[in-house]
């Protein structure tokens, strides 16, 4: 797998958008839950992995909570990342690029299309790492053991923490605009 992770230092910054209300930003905010209940599944996943890694549950089990995550469903369905985790994810990025960004990138400035642009970019990076962690979650079902469960254990941290920055990134550049534009 050769995945380029995400230089959080050159992400462009959406400008404030003259006329945007506390309202519109409010009302912007309700992506951040959204994203809660994703990183909920992540959260659920790191349990899983530490209970292999303890013994206390086993490594086949990992398999089946990938393929459930809204994500790889999301990915599944829709072939995106926003497929329910994955699916969920998938819809909600496949949304995002689809339905949301558009409506954004229609009304907002060069500014806040370059924000678009890195997010579209990013979701292709989350796209790679979940495809990597399900071939992951694949082999360690296949062949249980420490020499398995190791590479997941990377792929899922390395996941885990993009998708966090993402999520942390999208939440603040779009917060003004999906409420102002009407996006969300």
């Known amino acids: 797998m050769t995945v380029t992770l995400i230089d959080e230092t050159k992400r462009p910054k959406a400008p ?40 206390n549950a086993a490594p086949t089990a990992l398999g089946a909570a990938v393929d459930q995550l809204q994500m790889t469903q999301n990915y599944k369905a829709f072939g995106t990342l926003c497929g329910h985790e994955c699916r969920a994810l998938t819809w909600h990025h496949t949304s995002e690029d689809n339905d949301i960004f558009p409506i954004l990138r229609a009304n907002g400035t060069y500014g806040l299309r370059a924000v678009l642009d890195q997010l579209a970019a990013e979701h292709k990076i989350v796209h790679e790492l979940l495809e990597n962690l399900w071939e992951k979650a694949q082999a360690i079902h296949a062949n249980p053991g420490p020499e398995t469960l190791a590479p997941l254990r990377k792929t899922f941290d390395t996941l885990d923490a993009v998708i966090r920055s993402h999520f942390g990134y999208e939440e603040t550049q779009l917060e003004e605009a999906l409420g102002f534009y009407n996006a969300l």
């Open 16 to 55: 404030p958008i003259p006329g945007a209300t506390e309202e519109h930003r409010q009302r912007g905010r309700h992506l951040a839950a959204m994203h809660r209940i994703h990183m909920r599944e992540l959260d659920r996943v790191r349990s899983l992995i530490i209970q292999i890694e303890t013994g």
